[in-house]
C-alpha cells in the first residue's frame, strides 16, 4: 500500500514536473529551431517491389477489391514510382500519378496542393496492405470500354470502386517519400499513333503507355467538344433535369457546330459567363438524351429559355471541364482540361482550332469508357511549331 | 429616532452657532458613491493650516457637523474603512453653517483586494472567438455588484446580457472604450492592479462625475500617483486557471510635505495553466506617475503605463474532436516543434499610455478637471497562413471520422472504415505517436518550405496588426450652485488612426511569402492582375511582390475616427428626495483610408482612369454605378448621436432607498460594423443608421444594522444594431460578406443581492440572484456579397433570427409525423432566440465568516438560460429549404433552432489572513478554489460554424457542428503579499 502510494506520488511528480516543462516551453523559448527534414525511404526499407503493370494485372473489370486480400502475390507488397503529374497548376486534383517502365498508376491520396508534399520526379513507394484496387471510368457495351487501374481506399458507397485515403494517419502509413533532394523529372516517351492503348481492352498490364507521361506529336483539331454544365449544383446533378450536355448531339444547329464556340481549353466561372450570356448555348436542351426538361406548352426547355435578363439567372455560374476533341492520325484523342485550372481561359491558338496547325501534346495517357483521354500538366505542355504555349 | 434627534440636535446647534455671532459651521452626510446609502464610522478630520481643527466619527446615518469656527478655509478629509477617503477645501464666512449635503466616497476594494480580479478581465476573448470580455470591474460595496462582476466570471457572466462596449471605462477622465470595436479596454493595464486600485463606479442607469454614461454603468479609474495606496506592497501570486505565476512590487510615496507624489508598479506574468495547453503568458507590467500638488488650487499629474508582452490564445473546436481527445479543454491551436510546444495562436502587445491631468479646484464649490491622453504602438495576434497548400489545422472538418462515416444516411458519409483510420489517428490513449495529427504539426510546415527550392514558404505565420493611434482631450468640471443643486459637465474629443494590416511573422524555414491572394485565384486564375494583393507594385515590377520577415502584406488600412461630445449632469437634492438630469450632444465621423491597390477592387488611378491589364479592365462598379475601390480615402459616415437621462431617488430613515431611471441613447455604429468588407474595399453597409436604445430600471436598498440589500428591475431595447462578417459559404462556392441590419435586442430581469449577519459575530449569509430575459425581437435584413467580386448573390430578410417555429406534431400508425391541416403544416408555436453567451439565469448563496484578520468564505453558484451564438446564415429561409428550395419542419428545426447550455453549478471556496507585525509590517496570504467539485461540462459559449452539408438527394443542408469553449475544471489561486 505504501509503495504504491509513493510510487503514485513519483508518477504524479513526474508527469506534472513534464506538463510543467511544456506549459513554460513557450515562454522560455527565444526562438525555435528549424525541425530536421523529413526521413526519407529507399528500395531497403520495403522487402517486396512489384511493378505497376504486375498489380494493374490483379484487376478484373468491376471487381474491385482490397489488398492483399486472396492476392498472396500482393502480401506486403509495394510498388515504387517516380511522380509525373503535379496539382499545381490545378489540372489534377487530389490525387498524383507515379509511373515505373511498365505503366503509370493513379495514387488517389485526397488532399490539396499535394505537389507540395510530393514533388513532381519524386520517388514514392506505397504499400498495398489495406489499399484498394479499382478502376474508374470503365462502362460496358458497345460504346463503353476501359478506364483506369487506380489506387485508393475502397469506397462501401458503392459510387466508385475507390475513394481518397484523405485521413493522414492513414496516407502516412502507405505513401512513403524518397528522397526530395534526389529527384529525377520524368522524361516523357514520345509515342506513335501505333503505340497508343486499345481503349477497349487495354489497361496498364497490357500497355506500357497507360498512365505514364507520354508526348503526342500532330494532333490535329476534331471541332468537336465535350461539357457537362448543372442549372444548380446545390441540386441532384444525376437528375437530368439539372443537366446540360455541350455535345456532338445537343445544340450543334449554330454556326459552331460540335465545337459549342468554346475556344478555350477549359472555362473558369468568369469565361464560363462569359461564353453563355453571348448566348452561344440557347439552342442546347436541358435534359440528356433519355429525358429533356419541358416547358409548360410540353415543347423541350433551352437554355435560351433561361435566358431572363440576359445573364441566365437560371444557370449556375461555375468553372467547368472541358474536353477539347483532337486526332491523331485516325484515332481520337480527348484532351480534358479542368475549369479549375489557372490555365483554363487560354485561347487555343487559331491556327490550331482552323485545322492549319497541329499541335504536339505532353500529359498523362488515360482511358475513360473506351475513350482516349490526355490530362496535360501545364500550359506549356501544349506546344504548336515546337513552341510551348503561354 | 435616534438618529433624528442626533441630527436635530446638530441642526439646532448650529442655528446657536449662527445666533451666538459670527462663528460658522459644516454640516454634511458620508454616503456611499454608489447607491447614496449613509456611511456608519467614517473618520472626518478637519484642518485649517497644518493644524487639526476637529475630528468626528460618523453615525449610522452617515451625518457630521462641526459648529463655533471662525471664518475662514478649512481642509475637511474623510476616510472609511473599505473606501477611497477624500478632502475637501471649504470656506466657512459669515458666520453661516455651509451644509455640504453629502460628501461622497468611493468604494475601494473589499477585503478581498488581493485576490485581484482584474486578473480575470484581461483575456482577450476575440481572440478566442468570444466577441465580448466579461463585465469585471466592479469595485463597489453592493452586495450583487460584487458577485457579479467577479465572483460570475468563470462562467463569462454579462451583467443583464449586454456586451462589453455598452460599459463605458474611464482612466483619469477619458472613456477608454476601443475607438473601433468598443469593447472594454482592460488589457492596456493588466498586472497594474495597484496602480489602477483606485475606482469610481456607477451602475446601471446611474451617471457620474465623468459623464452621462450609458445603461450599463460606468467606471472611472483614477489612475493618478496621490490616489496609490501609499507604501511599499510586494506580491506574489499564482494560479491554475490562467497564467502559471505574477509577481508584482508597488511603491507609492503618498502626498508629500512639498507637495509632490509619485508611484510606480511593475509585474511580470509568466507560464500557462493546468487546463489549455498551449495557453502561456509572458507579459511585464510597468506603470510610472508624478504629481505635484503646485497650489491648493491647482493639481497636475502626469503618468505612463504600458503591458507589452506576448499571450498564446485557445481556440474552440467542435465536440466531436473534444470526446475523441477526452478534454473539453483542447486546443488546437499548439503543436510540437523540435519536441517544444509551440503556440500559432500568439497575441502581442505593446501599447503605451501617457496621460496629462490637470486639477483645477478654485474654491470649495468649483472644480475643474482636463486630461489629455495618448494611446499608441503595436497590437499583432500571429495565426497561419498559407498558399494552395493542406489546411494544416489538426481539427479541420475533413480530419475527424464524422467527415467519413456519420449514422444518418441522408448525410451521404457510408465509409466506416475510413472512419476508423480518422479514429485511430486521434487515439488519445497513444498522445506521443498521434502528436502530430492531434496537434499542430509544425515539422511538415517546415518540410513543405523546405521542398521549394526558391524559398517561396507555402505555410507562413502571420501577424494581424490593429496599430492605434489615440489621442484624447477630456475636460469636465464641477459646481455646486445651492446648497441643493450640482452641475457636472464637460467636453471629450477623440481623434483615432488605426493601421489595420497583416506582416510576416516566421516564414517557417522559407525566404519569402508571396503577395497575392489566394482566394481571389480560385476564381480568377486567369488573370494575374486581378489576384495581387499590391496590384501598384505588380504593375510596377510586373510581379507579385515577394514578402520577407516583418513586411506588411495582404491588406493594409486605416480606420479615421473623430469624436468630439459635449455633456452635463444636473444633480438635486431636497430633503430625502434626489433627481438627476442628464444629458450629452456629440458628434462622430469615421472613414477608412486603404494604403495598398487590390487588383479585385483596382478603383481609378491616380488621375481618375480606369485601369487596364493586357485588355481586361480591372476598375469595378457596384450596383449604384459607384466605383468599386481597395485604395484611398472612403465616403465619411457621419452621425450626430445624443443621449438623456432622468433618474429620481428617495432615502427614507437613512436606511432604505428607492429609485427610478431611465435613458435614451443615440449611439453611432463602430467602425468594424460599418464597412462590408474593411480588409479589401470601401464599400459601406447599405442603411447604416444610428444605434438606439432606451433603458429604464427600478432600485430599492437597503442597509441597516448589518443587513443590506437591493433589487433592481430593468427592462433595456436596443435597436438599428449592425453586424458584418465574412465566411465560406458552401452554396456560392466562395468567400463571402454577410451584412446583417435591423438587429433589435431586448434585455429585462430582475437583480436581487442580499446581505445577512447570523447569529455569530463575523458571520454573514449573501445571496444574490440575476433573472434576465435577453431575446431578440426583430427580423434583420441581410445582404450577401461574394468577397471577390463584391457582387449581390442574396438580399433578403432573415427570416429566423428572432424566433423559429416549432410545428404540431401527431402519430399515425405508431410514427410520429408533422401535422398538416388544409393550409400546410401547423404552427404550434413560436421558440424565441436569445442573446447568446450568457447565463440568463445566475444566482449564488454564499457564507462569509470573518474573525482576527481571518476571512473564510463558501459559495454555492447557479446557472441556467445561456445560449450559444447565431449564425444568421442558418435563419435564413434559404438554408432552411435546401436543393428543393421547400422549407419543411424538419429542416427548419434543424437548422434554425438556438442550442440551449445545460445548466451548471458550481462551488467554490476561499480563505486568507493577513498579519500586522510591529503596527508596520503586513504580511498575509489569500487561496481561492474555484469549482471544487471539478465540473469539467459547462459550456460557457461558442460559435456555430456557417458551413453546410449537402443531403443525399441535396434537397436539405444540414449544419456542421458547432465549436464550443468550455470553463476551467478545478482551480486555484494563491497570493502572498507583504506590505509596508
Not at chain 1, 309 to 336: H, L, N, W
Not at chain 2, 31 to 40: A, F, Q
Not at chain 2, 198 to 212: F, I, N, P, Q, R
Not at chain 2, 871 to 895: H, K, W
Request: aromatic share 14%; net charge negative.
Amino acid at each position: 500500500m505504501k509503495k504504491s502510494i509513493v510510487i503514485a506520488a513519483v508518477l504524479t511528480a513526474a508527469v506534472s514536473c513534464q506538463s510543467l516543462k511544456e506549459e513554460f516551453q513557450p515562454v522560455v523559448t527565444p526562438g525555435y529551431d528549424n525541425p530536421a527534414p523529413y526521413r526519407y525511404y529507399t528500395d531497403a526499407d520495403f522487402g517486396k517491389i512489384i511493378t505497376i503493370a504486375e498489380l494493374a494485372g490483379q484487376y478484373t473489370p468491376e471487381k474491385p477489391f482490397e489488398m492483399p486480400k486472396d492476392k498472396d502475390i500482393l502480401k506486403g507488397a509495394v510498388i515504387k514510382g517516380v511522380i509525373s503529374s503535379t496539382d499545381q497548376p490545378g489540372n489534377f486534383y487530389k490525387s498524383f500519378f507515379i509511373q515505373d517502365e511498365t505503366g503509370g498508376m493513379e495514387i488517389k491520396v485526397g488532399k490539396n496542393g499535394l505537389y507540395n508534399d510530393y514533388l513532381p520526379g519524386q520517388t514514392v513507394y506505397v504499400k498495398l496492405d489495406g489499399l484498394t484496387l479499382g478502376m474508374y471510368g470503365y462502362k460496358t457495351g458497345n460504346y463503353g470500354g476501359m478506364g483506369m487501374v487506380q489506387v485508393g481506399f475502397s469506397d462501401p458507397s458503392g459510387e466508385y470502386e475507390t475513394s481518397y485515403m484523405e485521413i493522414s494517419y492513414f496516407i502516412d502509413r502507405h505513401v512513403f517519400r524518397g528522397n526530395p533532394n534526389d529527384l529525377h523529372p520524368v522524361q516523357p516517351k514520345v509515342i506513335t499513333e501505333d503505340e497508343l492503348p486499345n481503349a477497349k481492352t487495354d489497361t496498364q498490364k497490357s500497355n506500357a503507355n497507360v498512365g505514364r507521361l507520354v508526348t503526342l506529336k500532330g494532333l490535329r483539331y476534331d471541332n468537336e467538344i465535350f461539357c457537362l454544365l448543372y442549372l444548380d449544383s446545390n441540386k441532384d446533378k444525376k437528375a437530368a433535369e439539372n443537366r446540360v450536355f455541350l455535345s456532338d448531339s445537343n445544340g450543334v444547329d449554330t454556326e459552331y457546330g460540335k465545337t459549342h464556340g468554346v475556344t478555350t481549353w477549359a472555362m473558369s466561372k468568369d469565361k464560363m459567363t462569359y461564353y453563355i450570356e453571348q448566348g452561344l448555348w440557347d439552342t442546347c436542351k436541358v435534359g440528356s438524351g433519355s429525358t429533356y426538361a419541358k416547358k409548360p406548352d410540353g415543347s423541350d426547355l433551352t437554355l435560351g429559355d433561361l435566358k431572363g435578363d440576359g445573364t441566365y439567372p437560371g444557370v449556375e455560374k461555375a468553372a467547368y471541364s472541358v474536353s477539347q476533341y483532337f486526332r491523331m492520325g485516325s484515332t481520337v484523342i480527348q484532351i480534358r482540361t479542368s475549369g479549375f485550372s489557372k490555365f483554363s481561359d487560354r485561347e487555343i491558338p487559331e491556327e490550331v482550332l482552323d485545322g492549319t496547325k497541329t499541335v504536339d501534346v505532353t500529359g498523362v495517357l488515360s482511358l475513360y469508357q473506351g475513350s482516349i483521354q490526355f490530362t496535360v500538366n501545364n500550359i506549356s505542355d501544349f506546344a504548336v511549331d515546337g513552341k510551348p504555349l503561354e | 429616532m435616534r438618529k433624528a434627534i442626533l441630527s436635530f440636535a446638530l441642526l439646532l446647534l448650529a442655528v446657536a452657532a449662527v445666533a451666538q455671532g459670527f462663528t460658522g459651521g459644516i454640516t454634511a452626510t458620508v454616503v456611499n458613491r454608489s447607491g447614496r446609502l449613509p456611511i456608519e464610522g467614517a473618520k472626518v478630520v478637519l484642518t485649517q493650516g497644518d493644524e487639526a481643527v476637529a475630528s468626528v466619527t460618523t453615525g449610522p446615518d452617515g451625518k457630521f457637523g462641526f459648529s463655533g469656527l471662525d471664518n475662514g478655509s478649512y481642509t475637511l478629509s474623510v476616510e472609511a474603512e473599505d473606501f477611497v477617503g477624500t478632502q475637501i477645501n471649504v470656506l466657512v464666512e459669515k458666520g453661516f453653517v455651509r451644509d455640504l449635503v453629502f460628501v461622497t466616497l468611493s468604494p475601494s476594494s473589499s477585503i478581498k483586494e488581493d485576490i485581484d480580479d482584474s486578473n480575470f478581465a484581461e483575456f482577450d476573448l476575440t481572440d478566442t472567438g468570444y466577441s465580448d470580455a466579461p463585465t469585471i470591474l466592479f469595485g463597489s460595496n453592493d452586495v450583487y455588484s460584487k458577485v457579479a462582476g467577479y465572483g460570475f466570471s468563470a462562467v463569462r457572466f454579462k451583467n443583464r446580457g449586454y456586451n462589453s462596449e455598452t460599459e463605458d471605462v474611464y482612466l483619469a477622465g477619458v472613456k477608454m472604450n476601443d475607438a473601433l470595436t468598443g469593447y472594454s479596454p482592460y488589457s492596456l493595464w493588466s498586472g497594474l492592479n495597484e496602480a489602477m486600485r483606485s475606482k469610481d463606479t456607477a451602475m446601471g442607469l446611474e451617471t457620474s462625475e465623468y459623464g452621462v454614461g450609458g445603461f450599463n454603468g460606468m467606471t472611472n479609474i483614477s489612475g493618478i500617483p496621490s490616489s496609490v495606496r501609499p507604501g511599499w506592497r510586494f506580491s506574489v501570486l499564482s494560479n491554475s486557471a490562467l497564467y502559471r505565476l505574477r509577481v508584482m512590487a508597488n511603491y507609492a510615496s503618498g502626498q508629500l510635505d512639498n507637495g509632490w507624489s509619485y508611484a510606480f508598479n511593475v509585474s511580470a506574468r509568466v507560464g500557462g495553466n493546468d487546463w489549455v495547453k498551449g495557453v502561456y503568458y509572458k507579459s511585464l507590467s510597468f506603470y510610472g506617475g508624478v504629481e505635484k500638488k503646485i497650489t491648493d488650487e491647482h493639481r497636475l499629474a502626469l503618468i505612463a503605463f504600458a503591458t507589452p508582452g506576448e499571450r498564446g490564445a485557445q481556440n474552440a473546436s467542435t465536440q466531436e474532436v473534444y470526446d475523441l481527445m477526452g478534454d473539453n479543454m483542447y486546443n488546437s491551436n499548439w503543436g510540437y516543434q523540435n519536441g517544444k510546444v509551440r503556440n500559432s495562436r500568439v497575441r502581442r502587445t505593446f501599447e503605451p499610455v501617457i496621460a496629462l491631468k490637470y486639477d483645477f479646484t478654485p474654491s470649495d464649490g468649483f472644480s475643474a478637471s482636463a486630461t489629455a491622453l495618448y494611446r499608441t504602438g503595436k497590437n499583432g495576434y500571429t495565426a497561419l497562413d498559407w498558399y494552395d497548400a493542406m489546411d494544416p489545422r489538426p481539427d479541420y472538418y475533413r480530419n475527424l471520422p464524422s467527415y467519413s462515416y456519420f449514422e444518418d444516411e441522408d448525410y451521404n458519409r457510408s465509409n466506416d472504415e475510413k472512419a476508423a483510420w480518422a479514429t485511430e489517428m486521434w487515439n488519445r490513449n497513444y498522445p506521443k505517436t498521434y502528436a502530430n495529427y492531434q496537434h499542430l504539426n509544425w515539422d511538415r510546415l517546415y518540410n513543405v518550405n523546405y521542398n521549394n527550392k526558391d524559398g517561396r514558404s507555402k505555410y507562413a505565420l502571420e501577424e494581424r496588426h490593429v496599430d492605434q493611434n489615440d489621442l484624447n482631450f477630456a475636460g469636465s468640471f464641477k459646481w455646486r450652485l445651492t446648497d441643493f443643486m450640482k452641475v457636472n459637465g464637460g467636453l471629450s474629443l477623440k481623434w483615432n488612426r488605426t493601421e489595420n494590416y497583416k506582416s510576416v511573422n516566421d516564414l517557417l524555414g522559407g525566404r519569402y511569402y508571396l503577395n497575392v491572394d489566394q482566394f481571389a485565384e480560385r476564381d480568377f486564375a486567369a488573370n494575374e492582375a486581378l489576384i495581387q494583393n499590391d496590384l501598384d507594385y505588380f504593375l510596377r515590377n510586373g510581379a507579385a511582390q515577394k514578402m520577407e520577415k516583418g513586411g506588411k502584406y495582404g491588406y493594409d488600412y486605416l480606420a479615421q475616427i473623430r469624436r468630439a461630445k459635449a455633456w452635463a449632469n444636473a444633480e438635486f437634492n431636497k430633503g430625502g428626495f434626489s433627481a438627476t438630469v442628464a444629458a450629452s450632444l456629440g458628434y462622430e465621423s469615421f472613414w477608412r483610408e486603404g494604403l495598398v491597390r487590390k487588383g479585385l477592387f483596382a478603383g481609378l488611378d491616380d488621375n481618375g482612369d480606369e485601369i487596364v491589364y493586357k485588355g481586361v479592365t480591372l476598375t469595378s462598379y457596384d450596383q449604384y454605378g459607384r466605383v468599386i475601390t481597395s485604395k484611398g480615402k472612403s465616403g465619411v459616415s457621419r452621425f450626430l448621436t445624443y443621449s438623456g437621462k432622468l433618474g429620481l431617488a428617495y432615502t427614507l430613515n437613512g436606511s432604505h432607498r428607492f429609485s427610478a431611471n431611465l435613458g435614451y441613447f443615440n449611439d453611432a455604429p463602430t467602425f468594424n460594423q460599418a464597412f462590408i468588407s474593411a480588409r479589401t474595399r470601401n464599400s459601406i453597409i447599405d442603411g447604416l443608421t444610428t444605434i438606439k436604445s432606451f433603458s429604464t430600471d427600478v432600485n430599492y436598498e437597503f442597509s441597516a444594522n448589518g443587513f443590506s440589500g437591493r433589487i433592481t428591475g430593468y427592462c433595456t431595447k436596443i435597436m438599428d444594431q449592425t453586424d458584418v462578417m465574412s465566411f465560406y459559404d458552401d452554396s456560392q462556392q466562395s468567400f463571402t460578406n454577410f451584412a446583417m441590419t435591423g438587429i433589435d435586442q431586448r434585455h429585462m430581469g430582475i437583480e436581487l443581492g442580499v446581505k445577512v449577519p447570523l447569529f455569530v459575530d463575523g458571520l454573514s449569509a449573501s445571496g444574490v440572484l440575476s433573472w434576465g430575459d435577453f431575446i431578440y425581437t426583430s427580423t434583420p435584413h441581410m445582404v450577401q456579397t461574394v468577397d471577390n467580386s463584391a457582387k449581390i448573390v442574396r438580399e433578403e430578410d432573415v427570416k429566423y433570427w428572432k424566433s423559429h417555429p416549432e410545428f404540431k406534431k401527431t402519430t399515425i400508425g405508431g410514427i410520429e409525423v408533422y401535422d398538416q391541416d388544409a393550409d400546410g403544416y401547423i404552427v404550434k408555436r413560436q421558440i424565441r432566440h436569445h442573446v447568446p453567451s450568457t447565463p440568463q439565469l445566475a444566482a449564488e448563496l454564499a457564507l462569509n465568516y470573518r474573525y482576527n484578520y481571518w476571512f473564510f468564505e463558501v459559495n454555492g453558484q447557479y446557472f441556467a438560460h445561456s445560449y450559444l451564438d447565431m449564425n444568421p446564415l442558418y435563419r435564413t429561409s434559404f438554408a432552411c429549404a435546401g436543393g428543393d428550395g421547400v422549407e419543411t419542419p424538419q429542416e427548419i428545426e434543424a437548422m434554425a433552432s438556438q442550442e440551449e447550455f445545460a445548466p451548471a453549478f458550481l462551488l467554490n471556496a476561499s480563505v486568507g489572513k493577513s498579519w500586522y507585525i510591529n503596527r508596520k509590517y503586513n504580511i498575509g496570504f489569500s487561496l481561492e478554489v474555484k469549482n471544487i467539485l471539478d465540473n469539467r461540462n459547462v459550456r460557457t459559449g461558442g460559435y456555430e460554424q456557417t458551413r453546410l452539408i449537402k443531403s443525399t438527394g441535396k434537397d436539405r443542408y444540414y449544419p456542421f457542428d458547432p465549436k464550443y469553449f468550455y470553463m476551467q475544471g478545478a482551480n486555484y489561486m494563491l497570493n502572498l503579499y507583504f506590505r509596508f
